[in-house]
């Protein structure tokens, strides 16, 4: 079973920096891939950042490269998204979820964590 937790969202500084964690208290994360995603109010849900099981492919949304950082240790079944440089226009509920390998299908997904930038 995986049962994704998340952690580390808060209200920040525009400029300053979050670092969100992604726990598993179940099996292993090793065969999932891991993405973040995140909703604003009155939007829809967007993919935020991903990473495959053995991390060498990471993709991210236009909107924060070269800002946030998705890492993974699956040792610590565990998945980060460091954010840096943050705008108000981060402001959303951020989830982590999992894809097993050889699937399409967002299985898994944490309750959320709110992140709020202000101005």
């Known amino acids: 079973q995986v049962q994704l937790v998340e952690s580390g969202g808060g209200l920040v500084q525009a400029g300053n920096s979050l670092r969100l964690s992604c726990a598993n208290s179940?099996?292993?994360?090793?065969?999932?891939?891991m993405g973040w995603f995140r909703q604003a109010p009155g939007k829809g849900r967007d993919v935020v950042a991903t990473?495959?099981?053995?991390?060498?492919?990471?993709h991210y949304a236009d909107s924060v490269k070269g800002r946030f950082t998705i890492s993974r240790d699956n040792a610590k079944n565990t998945v980060y998204l460091q954010m840096n440089g943050l705008k108000p226009e981060d402001t959303a509920i951020y989830y982590c979820a999992a894809q097993l390998n050889g699937t399409f299908t967002w299985r898994y997904w944490g309750q959320g964590t709110q992140v709020t930038v202000s101005s």
């Open positions: 990473i495959s099981s053995t991390g060498p492919n990471i």
């Open positions: 179940g099996r292993t994360l090793s065969a999932y891939t």
